[in-house]
């Protein structure tokens, strides 16, 4: 047999399931299937109209060109410094920051610094696609702790501190937690904090969906528990979420000067700067009227109530209810092994194509979040788009025995 003429790296990952759903989903609309889409990891409103005009505004004043430095305009990481201070209390200079194409970026640019060959990272499931393949790909091991609905799927730290060995870099975790809505309290939080200060090692916290809150909950910013972290934790976030700009494409880490410098560094080999027109409008988000931020909040919040009542009154399905972002991960464990008019369903990924095909409505299966057994549904849809689809999955799961 031949040897490959491609890297051994590329056969270790999977394509991300999310991308993949969501392109599969496209495809169908576009061939004329009446398909409602509860993929998307993207707010269905329009980008607000003053970050729109501001994207509007740079062209006309001639900022097309490469930014100087690479990683940010000046005013942008000012404004983020700003941001982290009065939002999360911390205290951060514009060298301590870098803006990416995105929190995706940040997140692969900060483990291609930290991960060399068989070095471990650990990693609560469900998680983000993501994660693990990144940490893959660079020659890592994700050593991957299981949550479910008894913990609220957070990670303890009892859990950690059995994970952790030689060969930890760090710790990567996301609260507001995609795919599941969980959010860690600051008591869950402070026991993390202690585990990880004592044993030395990095955080990288996603807290892309910190702003989307339900129910009182209080976003709480693990670097900012323990002096002891400081220089220990990448915090990246973004606008994509918060402001409805993913394709702005749009994202930001904010950490220690060595680490930042780094990968400051890759990103001049990689992708140089994030585009010059999107800094100027991820600037306005940041600085302008957050009043949409909140329209958006309150609108997923009656969204959320919607789907969540209509799952748990399904067959075979039960659902916790998700304090933050907007996903629905219903367990949906008890519907295995029953038959459809296309076979037996023993997987959540088989499920997942049941739904598609007999109730023309897409979502991803929880195996691609490390969580077989779940579903992951968006709520970032349009009230009656989710009642149609709660209707036809309620219809087709009733064809199951």
Same mark, same amino acid.
């Not at 909950?217 to 693990?222: D, F, L, P, R």
């Given at each position: 047999?031949? *040897?490959?003429?491609? !890297?051994?790296?590329?056969?270790n990952i999977q394509a991300s399931a999310t991308v993949a759903a969501f392109a599969r989903a496209g495809e169908l609309k576009r061939q004329g299937v009446d398909l409602i889409s509860l993929v998307a990891g993207e707010p269905d409103f329009d980008t607000p109209d003053n970050i729109r005009e501001a994207g509007i505004k740079a062209i006309q004043?001639?900022?097309?060109r490469y930014t100087n430095p690479a990683s940010g305009i000046p005013e942008l990481k000012e404004a983020i410094c700003t941001k982290? *201070? /009065? =939002?999360?209390?911390?205290? @951060? &200079?514009?060298? /301590?920051?870098?803006?990416?194409?995105? !929190? *995706? /970026?940040?997140?692969?640019d900060a483990i291609l610094v930290l991960i060399e060959e068989g070095d471990e990272a650990i990693i609560p499931a469900p998680y983000w696609t993501s994660y693990a393949d990144q940490v893959r790909l660079m020659g890592g091991k994700p050593i991957i702790i299981p949550t479910d609905e008894h913990t609220n799927f957070c990670m303890t730290a009892q859990q950690l501190q059995k994970a952790i060995t030689p060969r930890t870099k760090f710790v990567l975790f996301n609260s507001p937690c995609n795919p599941t809505g969980t959010v860690y309290s600051h008591e869950n939080l402070k026991a993390l904090a202690d585990v990880i200060a004592s044993a030395g090692i990095y955080v990288i916290a996603d807290e892309i969906y910190e702003k989307l809150l339900y129910e009182n909950?209080?976003?709480?910013?693990?670097a900012a528990l323990l002096p002891e972290l400081t220089d220990k934790t990448l915090t990246v976030n973004g606008v &994509? *979420?918060?402001y409805a700009m993913t394709g702005w494409r749009v994202g930001y880490g904010a950490g220690p000067e060595d680490l930042i410098g780094h990968m400051i560094k890759i990103q001049t080999q990689e992708t140089t700067n994030t585009c010059t027109i999107s800094q100027y409008a991820a600037l306005e988000a940041l600085t302008g009227p957050q009043d949409s931020v909140e329209i958006m909040r309150q609108a997923f919040a009656q969204r959320r109530d919607q789907m969540i009542d209509r799952l748990n009154n399904m067959p075979g399905v039960r659902c916790n209810m998700p304090r933050g972002a907007f996903y629905a991960f219903p367990n949906i464990s008890q519907l295995l092994g029953k038959s459809s008019p296309q076979g037996v369903i023993d997987t959540d990924v088989a499920l997942c194509n049941f739904l598609l095909e007999e109730a023309r409505v897409a979502c991803v299966p929880g195996t691609g979040f490390g969580a077989p057994g @779940?579903?992951?549904?968006? @709520?970032?849809?349009?009230? =009656? /788009?989710? &009642?149609?689809?709660? =209707?036809?999955i309620d219809q087709a799961l009733h064809k199951l025995s």
């Open positions: 047999m031949s *040897k490959s003429p491609f !890297a051994q790296r590329v056969f004043n001639g900022h097309t982290l *201070k /009065q =939002d999360n209390g911390l205290s @951060y &200079s514009p060298p /301590q920051v870098i803006v990416t194409c995105g !929190a *995706k /970026q940040t997140i692969f909950e209080e976003h709480i910013s693990i &994509s *979420k918060s @779940y579903l992951r549904f968006s @709520y970032a849809a349009a009230p =009656d /788009q989710i &009642s149609q689809a709660m =209707d036809r």
